[in-house]
Nanobody
Framework: VQLQASGGGLVQAGGSLRVSCAAS????????MGWFRQAPGKEREFVAR????????YYADSVKGRFTISRDNAKNTVYLQMNSLKPEDTAVYYC?????????????????WGQGTLVTVSS
């Protein structure tokens, strides 16, 4: 699975942005997908994940109620809709994929990574 993230940009606090991750390869529809982020000077952290069918999602407490992960298997794409953005959401956002039957919010669970897209939230 090859992943290409896009949609990052500059947005004011309180605004919204949707980032996308396009996948190539037939394995996408059976892969769980995750979004992670890494702010300057900080470690990469989990944001959200979604199972292969889209029926199950899980979020970090810091984004719960503001971010929504979704996927369109027909388009081989996973999305992260980000609302009520805060300056502390500023980071490079990475999508990741795993075919493992059991996975968690740890980056170790994911085998494939996209290149990242920068989201900057101004105050």
């Amino acid at each position: 699975v090859q992943l290409q993230a896009s949609g990052g940009g500059l947005v004011q606090a309180g605004g919204s942005l949707r980032v996308s991750c396009a996948a190539s390869g037939r394995a996408f529809s059976r892969s769980a997908m995750g979004w992670f982020r890494q702010a300057p000077g900080k470690e990469r952290e989990f944001v959200a994940r979604i199972n292969w069918s889209g029926s199950s999602t899980y979020y970090a407490d810091s984004v719960k109620g503001r971010f929504t992960i979704s996927r369109d298997n027909a388009k081989n794409t996973v999305y992260l809709q980000m609302n009520s953005l805060k300056p502390e959401d500023t980071a490079v956002y990475y999508c990741a994929a795993t075919e493992k039957p059991y996975y968690s919010s740890s980056s170790d669970s994911y085998d494939y990574w996209g290149q990242g897209t920068l989201v900057t939230v101004s105050s």
